[in-house]
């Protein structure tokens, strides 16, 4: 069917003259929005005749062009002119007695848990001494996390780790040392690592034990590492952790996989040594474990213990947690008491 311009051109005259009708009686911006989106939009019939531009004989085109586009700036300059008058002002839609001027309800804002803003900032911590980071599963094997790190099979030093053990000869991690034997096996020294992570343990729960908790642990071999290293580096730690006037003390222990071992102690940060109830009148609260790896250790990973030693440390970083913030229980980190949490 061939087109007619004559009637395309009367058609969208009659639209631009409707659609102001339209526009002059409209009675607010939700009205002039539905009426511009009516003759305006792109499902409308001026765009249908706009579009119907190039089907036209070539000696219509050009009219057609100025017709079509002149209607269409009648409607714009109609709208634009209503909405000017109008001030802009949309329908009200607000129910009755409700009083859009008063402030808005802020929605809570989520925040890092204080755990792991402890273990974050004692991982950047050591991130800044050299050590890098590494990680592994928390599901393991007797080899990983017993075997290679020298605790025999029946040994009374795995009693001290009382193991949640599941099918298939696998365990729930009771350290994050397994992640320091895989780095030893895939790498050759030296080696730096600090190994952060959730273990697990059979710990009868109580103001100071949770079966679930977080540790930060480091491993450092190289050939001609010393006892020293392993102090100045503790030493440096606790001072940007707690503060420069901090007080550590070493005292012997016993660990399978590290020989010599030593547990450090800090000064209370509540009584600075006196004796209070925080530490139990003690003084002291004991932070972490560490010592010289043990040379059974480097022959189960197949490294030459005669050329190469190490040190290694760990620490509960729920602990460390409760004497920043001075919590009297670690079972408050794991209650989720908004209470608490929106203090940090």
Known sequence: MELNPSDLFAEAQSLASGAQDEISSAQDTAALEAIRVRYLGRKSRLSELLSLIGKLPAEARAEAGVKFNAARQEIEQALATKLAESGGKPASTTPAGVDLTLPGIKPPLGKRHPLYRVMDEMVEIFESLGFTVALGPEIEDEFHNFDSLNFPPNHPSRDLQDTLYLPGGFLLRT??????????L???PPIRIVAPGRVYRMDAIDPTHYPIFHQVEGLWVDENVSLADLKGLLYEFFRRLYGMSVKIRFRPSFFPFTEPSAEVDMACLVCQGAGCESCGQQGYLEMLGCGMVHPNVFRAVGYDAEKYTGLAFGMGVDRSTMRRYNLPDI???????LRLLKQF
């Open 175 to 184: 350290h994050t040392s397994p992640v320091q034997v895989r780095t030893m």
């Open 331 to 337: 079972r408050l980190l794991w209650e989720n008491d």
């Open 186 to 188: 895939a790498e050759k």
